[in-house]
Structures are given as C-alpha cells and as structure tokens.
C-alpha cells in the first residue's frame, strides 16, 4: 500500500529564507507525482506535476525535484515570502485516475 | 470561470441523519472524486468517477454513495451520519488527456459536523 510522508509537519521561517519541503513515498511505481498549496478554509491549488520520467519542474521561485528510485521529492522555495504561508501537500499517483496525499507541511513566513 | 462548487459550504448534522453534498464543474471534466481531510491529516479519497455512468470506491468509501448521471454533477449522498464523519469535504475534477499534465481541481470544501 501507498503511504505518503512529508517532512516537517510545521516550519516558520523568516522573510527571503529559501527553504525545501520534503516529500517520501514507499511505493517507488508511480505515474507522477504533484505538488498542492492549500490556504486556511480553501481547496487545494496544483503548483507543480512531475511526470514520473522527468527529474524536475519550474514555476517561478518554485522548483520540484523527484527522485523514483529513492521514494523523494523536495519543494524547494526560493526567497521566501509572507504570502508563501500556507500547507503544501504532495500527492502521488500509481495510475491516471487517483491521488494519495502526503499529511502536509504547514509554512508559516513572517515578516 | 466557475470550475468545481460545491454546496453546501457549512452543515451541522445530527447523528443518523441523511444529506448529499452537491459536486458540480463547467469544465466538461471526465474524472471527479471525492476526499475528505480530518484535522492535520492529509486527504482520503472516497468515491472516484471516470465518465457518467461509471462511479468506483476509493479508499474510505462505507457510509457514502455517489452517483454520476451527467458529466457535471457527482453528488455525494450519506445515509447514516456518524461522528466518524465529521470532516471536511473536497470535491475535485480532471480532465481525461493525460498530456494535458493531469491539472486537477478542487472546489473550496464543504465543512460537515456529525453531532
């Protein structure tokens, strides 16, 4: 079975720190995987989706890495900012049709 | 652009009542899904449909039903409620075209109390 673990459960960070957020999962079979921000009382947004042959993806001061092989990603987050705060979810899929969901990293950036 | 909604946004039930949970989207999606997130804890896929029609389990299907009669709508009925299903509840669509790069969306959640 499918778990996904993600690592820290919290962080706060100061303004224009770059940070990375960690993503494990146990079964190394999967189609892609994606990066979520979630705001308080909001769904989830798609930040970024890496197919399971590619090692990386950019969107502006954000890049995500994956490595099948190991089990990981990370979420790298350049100069951070107070709009940043938010949870980050990774979800992985072994097919075209469902997600499974890391418990979340909840990033709190102050000023 | 409207994407999912959902409704309703907030409910308190009592035990052992009933009520379903409007899902609709305007992006002619294939696939919708239903999750719940408990406090701290990342989502639980419930019920999945990949077209009208055609409805599956996810991982934590018992006490719901869905049902897919048009590509739009994907309500989620539960039959029993249960302080087990205090919870909020994500309704999300995708499109079939796996080049597209798979985008899903989420509604805003429907934030449901089981007293």
């Known amino acids: 079975k499918q778990e996904v673990t993600q690592i820290p459960a919290a962080l706060s960070v100061p303004e224009g720190e770059n940070l990375v957020l960690n993503c494990s999962f146990t079964d190394s079979a999967i189609y892609n995987l994606q990066w979520f921000r979630q705001d308080p009382g909001k769904g989830l947004t798609s930040l970024l989706l890496?197919?399971?042959?590619?090692r990386e993806q950019t969107s502006g001061r954000l890049n995500a890495s994956l490595d099948k092989s190991s089990g990981r990603s990370t979420l790298y987050i350049a100069a951070s900012q107070p709009g940043d705060s938010a949870t980050y979810l990774c979800a992985v899929s072994r097919n075209t049709d469902k997600l499974i969901f890391g418990t979340g990293t909840r990033l709190q950036v102050f000023p | 652009n409207a994407g999912v909604t959902q409704t309703p946004k907030f409910r308190i039930l009592k035990i052992g009542q009933s009520m379903t949970l409007q899902c609709t989207q305007d992006?002619?999606?294939?696939?919708m899904y239903w999750y719940r997130q408990d406090p701290g804890m990342g989502l639980k896929l419930i019920y999945y449909?990949?077209?009208?029609?055609?409805?599956d389990k996810g991982e934590v299907p018992n006490g719901y039903n869905v049902s897919r009669s048009t590509t739009e709508d994907f309500p989620l009925r539960l039959e029993l409620a249960a302080p087990s299903q205090t919870s909020v509840y994500f309704c999300?669509?995708?499109?079939?075209?796996?080049?597209?790069?798979?985008?899903?969306?989420f509604g805003e959640g429907s934030w449901l109390t089981v007293v």
């Open positions: 999300a669509s995708r499109t079939r075209r796996v080049l597209s790069g798979n985008t899903i969306y």
């Open positions: 992006m002619n999606h294939n696939y």
């Open positions: 449909s990949v077209g009208a029609g055609i409805t």
């Open positions: 890496i197919q399971s042959s590619q």
